[in-house]
């Protein structure tokens, strides 16, 4: 592993606020991200040893071509096993309130929605994945994350996977404290300066 770099990435579908929720979670000013359909890079937060990556959203988004929209799978893909070594945990962000209509009108139309395969492919690596259920102040369903926990195929206690989180308005507590915890656990230096208090 290289001089003991350490890595959090961040993933999800354009649009479900994952920008959003890295600048709530950590002391960072996100510059806002090109147009989609221009450049494919990272967002990179690094202090110290520890790097925090906003990975390019994937998934269909208006006005952006289905080969440029493969083009960034394809790089989040690659980026993930490039770097699987150094990756200490995952956090996929799904917009809670869109999630099951998306993933419903997919497997009625016999695809695999893109976040389900997300979910799958980073599962299969050594680290832990985190699931940010954001923009929960749209939702009124007490039942919605138990359906989402389904359709990932979580067996057993999600709560120790799925964290609600309401980006926009700054409410992401829980799932900070389970990144710190998590961190914390791995011996990682430096938590305290990356995290907004
Ligand atoms: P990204 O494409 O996933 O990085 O999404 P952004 O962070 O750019 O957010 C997309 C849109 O969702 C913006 O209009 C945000 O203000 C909005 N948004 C982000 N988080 C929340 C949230 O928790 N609740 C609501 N209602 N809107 C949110």
Redesign the pocket.
Known sequence: MESGLKEVIFT??????????FSALLKVNVKK?KKPGTTIKPNVFKIGNLMFT?LP?FGYVKGVEREFNEKIKDFVVHYIEKNSDRIVCAVE?IDAKAFLEIVERLERRGYIPVEIEMFDFLNEFEFRVFVAA?????VDDSKLLDKIAEKLGIVGDWRNIIYP?????GEVENLKRALKAHLGSLGIKGIGKAFRS
């Open positions: 999800g579908r354009s649009n479900v606020g994952k920008s959003t929720l991200g906003d959203g962000v954001n923009k929960m102040d749209k989180t309401s980006a926009k308005k």
